[in-house]
């Protein structure tokens, strides 16, 4: 079983939709949270990151974390073409070394 | 621009050839991380670097190895390689092992043939 699990769609919306992406995991000794964007296999864009749980906003983006179900998600409001992307969840433990591990990634197209 | 550089962006190659990858890291930041990034297999951890000295590994092959410079640049080498190591290779930079969020470059793509 993977330590990260993310649907890899492919997801297609409508633009201006609320778009919800969500990973889960199993190991509990994750603290962190990231999400990032890759557009056509670039190096990945870090979205939002949080270390606790509940919501964090920025802009059209929420991330939300509950960590007593080991789920996380990000929603897009008002979704944009140019949001059209692979989003990557990343999940790092609060110890020296900080590697993180990555979900598959769930591609995103928003259709104008 | 995270400001992570890497260097070359493209790599063709041949099997059981010997290739080296370079990183700067963010200003300031002390903290390399290595991860690959094949079509079948997502990103996977290789290896840490902080301030020269190794920190962790990841899935990282015995016939590739890293180090960190004093300038903090890095560099990951390749060996023997074979048709199953054709992957992108991404790095990523922090400001040390107690902060979290991770700046990745460009990327190098790697073709062996």
């Known amino acids: 079983q993977k330590e990260v699990e993310q649907d890899p769609g492919p997801l297609s919306v409508p633009e201006g939709a609320i778009v919800s992406l969500n990973c889960t995991y199993s190991n509990s000794a994750f603290q962190y949270f990231m999400w990032y964007r890759q557009y056509s296999r670039k190096g990945p864009e870090l979205l939002m990151y949080t270390y606790s749980s509940g919501n964090k906003e920025d802009g059209r983006f929420t991330a939300q974390v509950d960590k007593s179900s080991k789920y996380i998600s990000l929603f897009i409001r008002d979704s944009q073409p140019s949001d059209s992307a692979t989003y990557l969840c990343?999940?790092?433990?609060?110890?020296?070394?900080?590697?993180?591990?990555f979900g598959e990634g769930t591609q995103l197209t928003v259709n104008p | 621009d995270s400001g992570v550089t890497q260097t070359p962006k493209h790599l063709i190659t041949a099997t059981g050839q010997r290739v080296t990858l370079r990183c700067s890291p963010r200003s300031g930041d002390l903290s390399v991380y290595w991860y690959q990034q094949s079509l079948d297999q997502g990103l996977q951890f290789l290896i840490h670097y902080y301030n020269g000295e190794e920190r962790a590994k990841g899935n990282i092959l015995e016939r590739f190895s890293a180090q960190q410079f004093p300038d903090l640049h890095s560099e990951l080498n390749l060996s023997s390689l074979e048709l199953g190591d054709s992957a992108l290779y991404f790095c990523?930079?922090?400001?040390?092992?107690?902060?979290?969020?991770?700046?990745f470059g460009p990327g190098t793509r790697l073709t062996v043939l």
């Open positions: 990343a999940m790092g433990v609060s110890t020296s070394g900080s590697r993180l591990t």
């Open positions: 990523a930079s922090s400001g040390g092992p107690g902060s979290y969020t991770q700046y």
